[in-house]
């Protein structure tokens, strides 16, 4: 049986939980108080030394990261329909998982971490500059697509969607980006979707 750690207000921790009930696969979700600080304790950093949410343990497997659970789930449980076996539409799948380690969690995360959060070390500034700049990205991106690959959802979706769906937390207004928001819409319409405070299902 999978376990999942996570905290119910965490996209990286939702995204992982996202594609499980996607994939239809069970498993048990095991809350981490984070305000509480239970990620830095002794007993999370065993799971994971970087103190971080999501961690997943499948059969004596831990594994952290939320793109890297992705990718493991995908390629495991998935049946080549979330993570293609050809090597070019693999890489561009991957390419968004950086993505959304990169430019999405600098912009629409980041803003979010900031306003909910109130974490001050970010600068609200440069968050909404690159926030704007990865909206404006994808916004192009989908102008003649309904998903980010393929002619289907795959993890790339599922890896990118929770912060920039969530990016009204961040003060960031998503009014300017229809072809965003119509994909937002599709990911939230399909077959076993659940959602997450912000993003109700």
Not at 57 to 67: F, I, K, N, S, V
Not at 92 to 104: D, Q
């Amino acid at each position: 049986m999978i376990k999942l750690h996570g905290h119910e207000l965490s996209g990286n921790s939702y995204k992982v939980r996202l594609l499980l009930e996607l994939l239809g696969v069970p498993f048990t979700w095991v809350r981490v108080d984070l305000m509480a600080g239970e990620h830095k304790s002794p007993a999370f950093l065993a799971l994971n030394p970087f103190g971080q949410v999501p961690v997943l343990e499948e059969d004596g497997t831990t594994l952290g990261d939320a793109q890297a659970i992705l990718f493991y789930l995908a390629a495991r449980q998935g049946d080549g329909q979330w993570l293609p076996a050809d090597p070019l539409a693999q890489a561009r799948v991957v390419r968004w998982l950086s993505t959304a380690a990169g430019e999405v969690r600098q912009g629409p995360e980041n803003a979010r971490l900031h306003h909910l959060f109130g974490v001050t070390s970010i600068s609200i500034e440069r968050a909404s500059e690159k926030a704007a700049f990865i909206l404006d990205q994808l916004e192009r991106h989908l102008a003649d697509r309904p998903w980010l690959e393929l002619e289907r959802p795959t993890i790339a979706d599922i890896a990118v969607f929770p912060y920039v769906a969530l990016a009204g937390d961040g003060g960031i207004d998503l009014a300017p980006y229809p072809n965003v928001r119509a994909w937002i819409g599709r990911i939230q319409a399909l077959p076993g979707y659940v959602g997450m405070k912000g993003l109700e299902a």
